[in-house]
């Protein structure tokens, strides 16, 4: 604001933060504060989301946990869009019985554009426009979340910003070699980078979270790659 007034200029062009709501799905999610009983969890994504929205530039709310049924997910996602251009839904975007966020974003006028994508973790990420909103579906596991974020969301609301977002990189050599269990997909790989390099830190799965925590960024391993050797120049996408 300060070199603005300096060189005169009192009307800047400016864009409105993008407004997010928020919206969990799930029988067995509980909110940080509860003690969870048997066969329930306690939500994580939502917070997660939130904060990664936030420090994208964007408005978020978040909007609580609906149950697993149409009637519930359907009130939840009109409480969002009331308020809201962009919906994020986490869960139920899968192939389940109790998966009913696809058919609900068609009841509420969304047309599917995609409902997976051959990225792992994440592939049941779904997306959806209206005439007046957007919608993604993201899976229910912390780390399927947090990756689909950082490729499809976070890039999406900087463009309603009128910004296009371009991912930090460090240029690294791998301090060990990495080989993903499968390769049939688009791989993207938790790493912690050091003075030695970029070392794989421990994965289990898309629902292991604490490995974001241990993550300075990600390798992206192209589907068919069955391995990347120690000593090898890679690109880490920072966090």
């Known amino acids: 604001i300060a070199v603005l007034a300096t060189v005169g200029r009192v009307s800047p062009r400016v864009f409105k933060r993008p407004r997010l709501g928020i919206v969990a799905t799930g029988d067995e999610l509980v909110e940080p504060e509860v003690r969870p009983g048997p066969c329930q969890i306690r939500t994580s994504n939502s917070y997660q989301i939130w904060a990664q929205a936030v420090r994208a530039g964007a408005a978020a709310t ?6 697993d049924t149409e009637v519930e997910i359907d009130a939840a996602m009109k409480r969002a869009m009331s308020a809201n251009d962009v919906i994020v839904m986490s869960g139920g975007v899968s192939m389940g019985d109790y998966d009913l966020v696809p058919e609900v974003m068609q009841a509420n006028g ?22 007046t909103h ?22 999406f609301l900087y463009r309603l ?4 977002y371009q991912p930090a990189y460090q240029v690294v050599p791998l301090a060990e070699a990495i080989r993903p269990r499968k390769c049939d997909r688009e791989t993207w790989i938790p790493v912690r980078t050091d003075g030695r390099g970029a070392r794989a830190c421990e994965f289990h799965g898309s629902a ?29 996408r920072s966090i």
């Open 110 to 131: 969304f047309k599917i554009l995609f409902d997976s994508v051959a990225v792992k973790p994440g592939k049941p990420t779904t997306f959806a426009v209206s005439p």
């Open 208 to 236: 292991h979270v604490n490995a974001l925590s241990e993550a300075t960024g990600f390798v992206v391993m192209p589907a068919g790659l069955a391995e990347l050797k120690e000593g090898e120049i890679v690109h880490v």
């Open 134 to 155: 957007w919608c993604f579906g993201l899976p229910g596991n912390p780390v399927s979340t947090f990756i689909q974020f950082e490729i499809l969301i976070k890039p």
């Open 62 to 67: 978040y909007y609580g946990i609906a149950r």
């Open 161 to 164: 910003m009128g910004h296009d």
